[in-house]
């Protein structure tokens, strides 16, 4: 049986795989109490275990240093979870997929902007509702005549699936939105009421009103940022006096280079940045 530490911050959906799936294998699965995000996965001995610095991560007892949430939670699950055979794990592997490359991308994309993660755009936001609806007949056709994914219990196929739609029962898939997919929402409402997910989840509220783009908590979340690149412009015309009071007549001439205005002028040297970084 699995043992270890997983390091994660908060009400991480993607952590939940592994958490729910260590409910229902038996694995002694704790969070690390005193993780910070932004701080413990930056730290010099973080990333000697986890070189991308991204969580969830998990170091098991024996030493192993994990990644991705798909593979730790296979890593603390069992067969039954995983695929009893080879073809209920290939049928496993099957919706571990689809959850990551059908669902999440459009669940992100619609529901981030109206947590304030990230900025709104109307086009995308509608290709990804779109997105949805497609997944959720997908999954709702095929839970017509099964009551889970892959055979007659649950799975990590389940689990997986369950995890990457939270984020839309949550907050966008009001009553109208969600009714056509009776099967879907039925399966849904199983899984998270069953005591291994509650454990980790906690009781679920199902969205009742559509969430939408905030525009005051975007610009709260991310003021802080915009107001600092507004200070390192500030200092630029007083910058500009002092040259003016101290120039010698005979370097008159070296006035026109100045007028380029060098948009990395502000930059010490050495220090300008390149493409892409941020």
């Not at 059908?102 to 981030?112: D, I, K, M, Q, R």
């Not at 009553?175 to 997910?197: D, E, G, K, M």
């Not at 991310?222 to 370097?251: I, R």
Request: glycine fraction near 6%; include cysteine; charged fraction near 25%.
């Amino acid at each position: 049986m699995a043992s270890g530490t997983l390091y994660t911050f908060p009400d991480n959906f993607r952590a939940f795989k592994a958490l729910i799936a260590a409910q229902y294998s038996g694995a002694d699965v704790k969070i690390s109490p005193g993780f910070k995000f932004g701080e413990t996965n930056k730290s010099k001995s973080f990333l000697e275990k986890f070189p991308l610095g991204k969580v969830p991560a998990f170091e098991s007892a024996s030493g192993d240093c994990l990644f991705e949430s798909n593979a730790i939670a296979q890593y603390v699950s069992n067969a039954q979870l995983m695929g009893a055979n080879s073809r209920d794990a290939a049928f496993v592997q099957q919706w571990i997929n689809f959850a990551d490359n059908e669902v999440l991308p459009a669940s992100c994309t619609w529901v981030f902007p109206c947590l304030g993660i990230m900025q709104f755009n109307k086009q995308e936001t509608e290709k990804a509702k779109e997105q949805v609806k497609k997944a959720l007949g997908v999954l709702n056709g095929h839970l017509s005549k099964r009551t889970f994914l892959v055979g007659e219990r649950i799975s990590q196929a389940d689990i997986s699936v369950a995890c990457n739609l939270l984020l839309l029962y949550k907050h966008v898939l009001d009553p109208s939105f969600r009714a056509p997919y009776i099967h879907t929402n039925r399966w849904f409402t199983t899984l998270v009421n069953q005591p291994q997910f509650s454990a980790v989840i906690g009781p679920l509220k199902m969205c009742s009103k559509m969430a939408e783009f905030d525009s005051k908590k975007f610009a709260e979340l991310h003021g802080q940022t915009a107001g600092s690149g507004k200070k390192e412009k500030q200092p630029k015309p007083a910058a500009k006096k002092k040259e003016k009071e101290a120039e010698p007549e005979e370097e008159e001439e070296e006035e026109k280079p100045r007028e380029s205005k060098d948009p990395f002028a502000s930059f010490p040297k050495g220090n300008v940045p390149k493409a892409g970084e941020t």
